[in-house]
């Protein structure tokens, strides 16, 4: 594991920028695997700012998001297929047609599961995976407890995401208890990973994923075992690691 400390949010999300900026030069019709959440909103916002300039371009590029909530419409302000299009799709020049997330609506989430699972292989895979982190170390929405070759499934979320989460809404109540996600066996094929990672509430999270066992009850833990994984955390997220 590569591990990059940063000065604060700020510069984690200018680095991530750079990172993704970097390997969309390198390939520009690369995969890549994103998040949703208040950690990756600052790196969208550059990549954005870039893609303005000229910088770079998302023509070529085609994407997979992590997770969808179950019961949420696309159009729902509170959807991810909503948070991306606000967030990052509508600003830059990717194609509509390339861009993806699992169906929160589906009539059939078996089904569901392993169109997704499959549509990733067969565009090949994903090339570099943007991740952030849980406050009980969960990745996408595999909770402790997930099996680390678990392929894209339903997860019911833990009582920790709930309430992480109730931020967005307008009471706990609203917040859906299950959603579609990537599984850990699905996210430790992607060729690359980066790890994003800010603020002291992720500190005890972020230091069981760098020094503690690879165990099921700390799904970020697996990271361990992937050959190419950074971690790019303020120093607030880091301040239990040396
Ligand atoms: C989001 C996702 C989640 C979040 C995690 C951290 O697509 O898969 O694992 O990355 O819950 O969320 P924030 O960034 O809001 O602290």
Known sequence: MKIIRTKDYAEMSQLACEHVMDAVKNKADINLG??????????????????????????????????EYIGLEPEHPNSYHYFMEENFFKHIDIQAENTHLPNGIADDFEKECLRYEKLIESKGGIDLQILGLGTNGHIAF????????????????????????????????????QAV?????SIMKAREIILLVSGESKAEALAKTINGEVTEDVPSSVLQNHSNVTIIADEAALKLVE
């Not at 208040?38 to 300039?53: R, V």
């Not at 109730?166 to 859906?176: G, L, Q, T």
């Not at 996600?181 to 066996?185: C, F, H, L, P």
Request: glycine share 8%; net charge negative.
């Open 34 to 67: 994103l998040a949703t959440g208040s950690t990756p909103e600052g790196m969208y916002e550059c990549l954005i700012e870039n893609n303005k300039q000229g910088k770079v371009s998302f023509k070529k590029v085609t994407t997979f998001n992590l997770d």
């Open 142 to 177: 595999n909770e402790p407890g997930s099996k680390f070759d678990s392929p894209t499934s339903i997860v019911d979320l833990a009582q920790a995401t709930l309430d992480a989460n109730a931020r967005f809404f307008d009471s706990i109540e609203d917040v859906p208890t």
């Open 181 to 185: 996600t990537m599984g850990i066996g």
